[in-house]
Each structure stands twice: as structure tokens, then as C-alpha cells.
């Protein structure tokens, strides 16, 4: 039986802290773009209930103060004093112009073929993006003081209004140029000025918020002030209006959102202030109003409602609902208590949602992951390693992790030791890493090159023993090369000669100790690796762990970088730039080690193709690219975002099956012989899933789970009832959409290699249980982000913030298990197909290892502490 509990090892990391959102904008295709503080942009989509999709790291922007999008394109602004056009599918902008006046640039708003900026050197400059390019098409205006905020009425009046650092307000000419008017908000002679932050044109008005907390109405056609409403106590950061131009949305530092709606009567219209919404204890920067039927939503309600999607200082996306603009205080003033209640019970809203700090991601370049050395854990025979690797930006933490919680481990002390931190070259930063399942290599990219390490235990020292009184490293880190693979990378015919069986045996060899004629490890490496000398500590206290390497790094930098070229060529070596260039690999949006840790297979950022080199020769064994589908300007449509391999067991260990996942929703499953030159064979390409709500929309994989092996085959998998147990592939794809899938490919084991044999089906236990329980799922489930094959594949496992769910396939199947899950998730054992397990909290990564399931969580409490005084009052999550 499975077992009743499951047994979860749980790793603190409070290295990531979340930045404020400064920013957003939302286009037509229901993108959202927003950007954080420290210069990295999310790329949320509405259709994959708002996963992010795409994720431009902070080092590739410095600085970001607005984005907007003028249909498919992404503008952005800030503290370069630059206006850049950023690539849905890229790091690195695709275009960018230089504005004159002066940094940071504030703002940015978009028309149909124009940008409007404004910089702190008081310039408004209009910018032409019709033909594809960024020109500066004119000064528009050069303003005295700083533009802090910007609003274009392109299709009615042709106007610009700007407001300045010392109070005023100015409307100008979109097409001469001219000041139409100027408007002074507050005391002309107050001792500090009272500062416009937020502009918005609604109709024939508009509308500003202001730092005394006032919410203002102006008659563009006059020129005069309308009305103003004191209905905030501190500044008005945002304003939002709704689709149909009825109704405004207003916030700031207080984060009260307050609403106004159009009275129309038979004498006059006017503005009237018609109730709040709660959007938490902290400032809202940014504000955006997703009307109904618009947004496909987290989870399904009865009542279609309109959304507010609200951001700031809580660094991450609230989505609020809020009654139908239609619904005024009008409309209801002749109701009784009783119909009134009655109303609102039918018309009652759905509880806000607020996406994690960490949002859940199908992009492959995030500022933190995890990776784990699977087959270092659960060692039978002497100590293991357990060893996990731990990518941040800028670096590399490679740790050794404690034995497993046990009854006789718990009163032993258990600690986690840092076995070593690599950096790369000063000046680029890290977009994938990976380590190899044996423990004994890592590799990493950044945006110039990849890199191979080999992790090699210390000959003085007792197997992962920490010596405090030597201070002896646990492991040395060398550099991976080649040292004639100038010629053997460009001449394929070498690796040609050799026979298959020898190219096997090679690849079995490059995972224990490989031959060195081929490869060589040195220290010359621009890149800086410093192994641990500090001991060991506890795992509470992994944040002045790293602080402590911080200040160790800065001390060992001068004599741990690069030897001399004279004293390598006198050592009969390379000098530094022909090493370098001997180890350095193109660099790539995704590494993946083979299961056998015998060859690397990497993903090309620029076209996509998936190529694999061997470790014990560097050269390319094969490159495959017919998947990718380039556009016109040279930039994938569909990033692969999902690498997974696994390998047949015994005489046919050599076989790696290799599922390739992309952002146009399809799965494809290769075949390739690891060692060999001849390129995957295409096994099976899933069918796209169709979403249950929108059905022309396709969702696209999260995570996928890929098993190998002899299986029994169960009632309406096969036909044949001669055999019990058969050859086959398990893959199982969980989706955006929250629907989980499993293919069953029936293969030919021959000596040639694997052969398809019959049609893969989908599992019908899955598809009785999704149309028993699909609905229920949607509205009751979280998201989830991994997915895996658990206790010998009969249990499949799924990972989310809060909970981890196991899907039992050996149950039945009955019409409420969702209910029933949560009902009993207290209970040890259920005699349901669903069990929930909520002993995680802020998860956003999830491993199941071979002795116990890993999860990677945020520490709240920690990042609390790092705040500045005045915000530790507001909590994150309230």
C-alpha cells in the first residue's frame, strides 16, 4: 500500500525578496505586462489563468518606471532615460531610442502609432513606431520642472495633458504644439505645491489625483476645474475607467480604492462618488479595470463580475471584484431593507484573489531554482551526497542536504552545508543552470556562454565530512574543456569512426571517471568558484550563510582568479584565451543533463534548436530544429520551456526518450541512442487540449512527468489479454487550464532501438475522472505547478503554494472526491482517489526524490524582517 504520510524535507530561502510593481498594462490579447522596481518585467496571460509567460530579468533593464503596449508590442521606460521595445519571447530588448532632456524618464503613454514620454528634464517627446522603428517624431514641449505624469486623448481632442513637479496641469496640441490650457491644483501660495500623480481622460473630462488625496474633474472644453472629491487622507497614485467611460477607479498610498460614477439626469451630468473597495494595507501603484465576460478568471463563478487588477507595494497582482458599473446608488435608492438583501444575496461577489509573491511561471529564466543530484540521495552503501544545486542571478549555492527526518534524526542536530558558490564573469548573470543526476557535474548559461563543472570530493578529507579544525573544502570545483576539440567540434567524422557499441560505453564512462586524453580541468576560468570553508549551519540560518561567502568572495577574488598565460604554457597548458575558448559553449535558454550523465542537451535562445554534446569530447552529437518555427524578425514563436528525459532499464539503458514541451501548447516525444550522431526519432506528437471554457483557446503545459518501464496494462488500455505486463511509456502533462493528462505509448523493445507499436491512448481512469469532477476542480482547486510520478508511478503527485495533492489511480472514481479530499485533508489515510497534504506553505518549487519530496518555500517571516521601518507594519498577504 502507499504510504500514509507523506514525508516532506522543507529548505528556507529568503534570498529572493519581492520588488514593488511599478507598473502595468494590458492589451488586447489579454497580456499583462508588469514591471518591479529592480527592472524586471512579468508578462502575465489572462488565458493561462495568469501564469507568467514570460519573465525579462532585472539585469537585462536597469530600471523601469512604465509599460505599455500598442497591440502585440511592449514599450517600457525609465532610469536609462530610454524608451525600449521589449520581445514577447526574449531577454534583450529588441529596439530602443534615446530621449532628450534628461534621466529617469516617469512616464509613458501609447496611441495607435505614437509614444508620448516625459523625463525629469521637463521634455515631452512624441515617438513614431509606425513603420516598426523607434524615431523621436517631435519635442512636444519643454516644461520647467519634472514630468511626473502623462494622459493622451488621441481619438477625440488630439491632446496631451502633462502635470509637473510644481502643481500644474497642462493640456497641449498633439498636432502644433500649442498650450491649449494651464491648470494650478491646490494653493497658489502654499508653501510646498500640491503634486498631480495621475492623469486619465474619461469621456469630455479629466481626471487627476493628487498628493493631498483629492480626485479632481476638469472640462477640458472650458477649462476649468468641475469638481473635486477629498476622498482619500494620502496621495492618489492610479486611476482606472471602466470600458463604457462611466465609471472611474481611484487609489494610491491609502488603498482604499473609491469609485465615481456618471449621474445623467435631464439637466446636467455630473461625477458622484459611489463606494469603495478594500485592495489591502499597502500602496497601489498601478491599476488596471477588466470589464465582464473579458477575463477567463482563476476559477469559475456563477455571477460574471468585473475585476480590478490592482499592484504596488504588496509586489504582487490582486485581482478585486467589483459590481457592474451599470449597478449605481441611483439604481437602488427605492429598494426595502428586505429586497435589498435579497438583491445582494443573488448578486453576491467572489472573494478577492491575490496571486502569490511568487508568481507560477511556465518560463524557463527565473530569478531562482532549485535542482537536485536525484541519484546522490537515498544511498544504501556509505554516505550519500545529497546535493542540491540552488541558481540565483548572480550565482551559483551549491549545498549538501541533512539526512532524512526520522524518529532517530530528530534529536540528532542536522544541518545544511554549502559546499561551494560559483560566480560568473563580472557583468553577466545566470539564465539556466542544471546538475547532473550523479552529483558530479553542473553546468550553467548566462547570455554570453555556457559552462561545464566537475564536482570532485577532496582526497583529504572523509567522504562529506567537514573538518572544522583543517578547514579543509568538501569538494573541489574544476573547470570542464576539451583539449583538442578546436578540430574534433568541426570535423564529425571522427566521432564517426568510432562503433556504436564503444560510443555506448564512452557515454557510460563520462559519468564516473572519464578518460583525460580527451577533456582537461583547470582553474583558469575567468568565472570565480570558491568552495566552502565555514562549516556547517543550521538550516534556520541559510541567509548569513550567504552573507558570509558574500564577504568571503570579496577577499578571495584577487588570488583565486586567473593564473598567468606564461605559467600555464610553461606548464605545458593553454593559455587563458585558448582555454576559455576551449570550454566556453554557446549559451542557452535551457540545460538538461542526460540521465545517464553522459552527454548535456541545450536549447539555442535565439532559434530554438535542441542540440546535445557529449561531456568526454564536447563534439555535437545532434542538432534538432524542425520544431522551431522562426518569424521575420528572427524571433521564435514557441520557446521550449520543458525539457524532460528518461532512459530504458537494462541492456537498453543507452535509449533516452526526450519530451519537448513549447509555448504553443503541443508535447512531442523523441527517441534518440545517447553516444550516437544520428539525430531523435519523432515518436509522438500529444494533441493540443482543448480548454473546457473557451474552446478555440488551447492551454499550454505547466509540467510534465515522463516514465519508463514494464507496466501492467489495466482494463481498457489494450486489447490483448494474453500479456500482463507490457513495454511502454507513461506521459503525463498537466496543463494552465488545471487538466491533467496521460499519454500511454505501447513500444517495441529491439535490438535497433524502439519502435511504436499500436496508437498511444490517453488513460480512461483520467478521463472518467475529469468528467465526474471537472467543474468542481476548477473552482476548487489551486494552481498547480509540478506534477510527478509517485510510488512506483500508481500515484501521481502535484505541488502548489499552500498543498501537495496525490492523484490514486487504484481508487475509484465518485462524483464529489474534490469535496471529499478537502473535507478529509487532516485525515492520514483516505479511501479516496484524492489526498491533500498541506504541510507546505509558500512553495514554489517541489521534488520528489528518492527518499523524501523537497520543497523549496519562500520565508515570510524573513522577508518581513528585511523591510525598512516604515513598512513593516503592513504585512505581505493582507
Not at 516617469?106 to 516598426?132: F, Q, T, W
Amino acid at each position: 500500500q502507499a504510504p500514509s504520510r507523506i514525508p516532506f524535507e522543507g529548505f528556507p530561502l529568503i534570498d529572493y525578496f519581492p520588488k514593488p510593481i511599478t507598473s502595468i498594462a494590458r492589451n488586447k490579447k489579454r497580456l499583462i505586462a508588469a514591471s518591479q522596481i529592480d527592472g524586471s518585467i512579468d508578462i502575465y496571460d489572462e488565458n493561462e489563468s495568469f501564469f507568467v509567460i514570460h519573465h525579462i530579468p532585472s539585469w537585462s533593464l536597469t530600471s523601469i518606471e512604465a509599460v505599455c503596449w500598442v497591440d502585440d508590442r511592449l514599450f517600457a521606460t525609465g532610469g536609462e532615460g530610454r524608451v525600449f521595445e521589449l520581445q514577447l519571447y526574449s531577454i534583450r530588448p529588441k529596439a530602443s531610442v534615446l530621449l532628450p532632456g534628461g534621466v529617469p524618464a516617469r512616464c509613458l503613454v501609447s496611441g495607435e502609432d505614437i509614444l508620448v514620454s516625459g523625463n525629469d528634464g521637463g521634455y515631452i517627446n512624441v515617438i513614431d513606431i509606425a513603420h516598426g522603428c523607434l524615431e523621436i517624431k517631435t519635442c512636444l514641449a519643454s516644461l520647467e520642472d519634472k514630468i511626473l505624469s502623462l494622459a493622451l486623448d488621441e481619438k477625440n481632442r488630439k491632446i496631451v495633458a502633462a502635470s509637473d513637479a510644481k502643481g500644474k496641469v497642462y493640456i497641449f496640441s498633439l498636432e502644433s504644439g500649442s498650450t491649449l490650457s494651464t491648470y494650478l491644483v491646490g494653493d497658489e501660495y502654499a508653501i510646498t505645491p500640491t503634486i498631480v500623480w495621475s492623469l486619465l481622460f474619461v469621456g469630455n473630462s479629466l481626471f487627476s489625483g493628487d498628493s493631498k488625496g483629492n480626485v479632481s474633474v476638469w472640462d477640458v472644453d472650458v477649462g476649468v476645474m468641475a469638481s473635486t472629491f477629498k476622498t482619500h487622507t494620502v496621495d492618489v497614485l492610479a486611476l482606472a475607467a471602466s470600458t463604457d467611460q462611466n465609471t472611474v477607479f481611484a487609489t494610491g498610498v491609502d488603498p482604499t480604492i473609491r469609485r465615481f460614477d456618471l449621474c445623467i439626469t435631464e439637466r446636467s451630468t455630473q461625477w458622484q462618488p459611489s463606494g469603495f473597495i478594500k485592495g489591502g494595507r499597502r500602496d497601489i501603484n498601478c491599476l488596471l479595470f477588466i470589464g465582464e465576460g473579458e477575463s477567463t478568471g482563476l476559477r469559475s463563478y456563477n455571477t460574471d463580475v468585473d475585476y480590478l487588477v490592482a499592484a504596488g507595494n504588496d509586489s504582487r497582482l490582486k485581482l478585486l471584484p467589483c459590481p457592474h458599473t451599470l449597478a449605481t446608488l441611483g439604481g437602488k435608492g427605492g429598494l426595502t431593507r428586505k429586497q435589498r438583501r435579497k438583491e445582494n444575496a443573488l448578486s453576491k461577489l467572489p472573494t478577492p484573489i491575490h496571486l502569490p509573491f511568487w508568481p507560477f511561471s511556465i518560463t524557463p529564466n527565473l530569478p531562482l531554482a532549485a535542482h537536485f543530484a536525484e541519484e546522490t540521495f537515498g544511498v544504501t552503501e556509505g554516505p550519500s551526497a545529497r546535493i542540491c544545486l540552488i541558481q540565483h542571478m548572480d550565482h551559483l549555492n551549491l549545498y549538501r542536504l541533512p539526512r532524512k527526518l526520522t524518529k532517530k534524526t530528530k534529536i540528532q542536530p542536522r544541518h545544511v552545508l554549502q559546499l561551494a558558490c560559483i560566480q560568473p564573469l563580472r557583468g553577466n548573470y545566470i539564465v539556466t543552470s542544471a546538475i547532473s543526476p550523479c552529483g558530479k557535474f553542473l553546468a550553467y548559461s548566462d547570455a554570453v556562454r555556457s559552462r561545464i563543472l566537475k564536482i570532485e570530493q577532496s582526497a583529504s578529507q572523509k567522504p562529506w565530512h567537514f573538518d572544522a579544525a583543517s578547514g579543509e573544502p568538501v569538494v573541489t570545483l574544476s573547470r570542464f574543456g576539451w583539449m583538442s576539440n578546436t578540430q574534433e567540434r568541426r570535423i564529425r567524422s571522427i566521432s564517426s569512426s568510432v562503433s556504436s557499441d564503444n560510443e555506448a560505453a564512452a557515454g557510460e564512462e563520462a559519468a564516473g571517471e572519464m578518460s583525460t586524453s580527451r577533456f582537461f580541468l583547470d582553474q583558469s576560468s575567468a568565472d570565480l568558484f570558491v568552495t566552502s570553508t565555514k562549516g556547517e549551519n543550521s538550516l534556520g540560518a541559510l541567509s548569513s550563510l550567504d552573507k558570509d561567502f558574500d564577504s568571503q568572495l570579496a577577499g578571495a577574488a584577487p588570488s583565486t582568479r586567473k593564473r598567468k598565460a606564461s605559467a600555464m604554457m610553461a606548464d605545458g597548458g593553454q593559455s587563458e584565451d585558448q582555454s576559455d575558448e576551449a570550454s566556453a559553449l554557446p549559451p542557452a535558454s535551457l540545460i538538461v543533463f542526460t540521465p545517464s550523465s553522459g552527454s548535456l542537451v541545450t536549447v539555442d535562445p535565439v532559434n530554438q534548436s535542441v542540440v546535445c554534446r557529449r561531456l568526454d569530447t564536447g563534439i555535437e552529437c545532434w542538432s534538432l530544429s524542425k520544431h522551431s518555427v522562426p518569424t521575420t524578425d528572427n524571433t521564435p514563436v514557441a520557446p521550449i520551456h520543458i525539457l524532460k528525459m528518461a532512459k530504458f532499464a537494462e541492456k537498453h539503458s543507452s535509449l533516452i526518450l526526450l519530451v519537448i514541451a513549447s509555448l504553443d501548447a503541443r508535447v512531442s516525444i523523441y527517441l534518440f541512442k545517447e553516444g550516437e550522431n544520428s539525430p531523435p526519432t519523432l515518436l509522438f506528437t500529444c494533441p493540443r487540449a482543448a480548454d473546457p471554457i473557451h474552446i478555440s483557446h488551447h492551454p499550454r503545459p505547466v509540467d510534465i512527468a515522463l516514465r519508463t518501464g514494464k507496466f501492467k496494462v489495466r482494463k481498457g488500455e489494450s486489447g490483448d489479454a494474453n500479456s500482463d505486463l507490457k513495454s511502454l511509456a507513461r506521459i503525463a502533462v498537466f496543463y494552465t487550464s488545471g487538466q491533467l493528462l496521460e499519454w500511454t505509448l505501447p513500444l517495441s523493445l529491439v535490438e535497433g532501438g524502439v519502435k511504436l507499436k499500436g496508437t498511444p491512448k490517453t488513460d480512461p481512469w483520467l478521463e472518467e475522472f475529469w468528467q465526474q469532477n471537472g467543474t468542481a476542480w476548477r473552482r476548487l482547486m489551486p494552481r498547480f505547478c509540478y506534477l510527478n510520478y509517485y510510488y512506483g508511478g500508481k500515484i501521481l503527485i502535484l505541488g502548489s503554494k499552500n498543498l501537495c495533492l496525490t492523484v490514486d489511480r487504484r481508487k475509484k472514481v465518485a462524483p464529489k472526491d474534490v469535496q471529499w479530499a478537502f473535507r478529509e485533508r487532516k485525515n492520514k489515510i483516505s479511501d479516496r482517489c484524492l489526498h491533500i497534504f498541506d504541510t507546505v506553505k509558500n512553495a514554489i518549487q517541489h521534488a520528489v526524490l528518492s527518499d523524501r519530496i523537497a520543497a523549496v518555500t519562500l520565508d515570510v517571516v524573513a522577508a518581513n524582517a528585511e523591510l525598512p521601518v516604515p513598512l513593516k507594519k503592513k504585512h505581505f498577504g493582507t
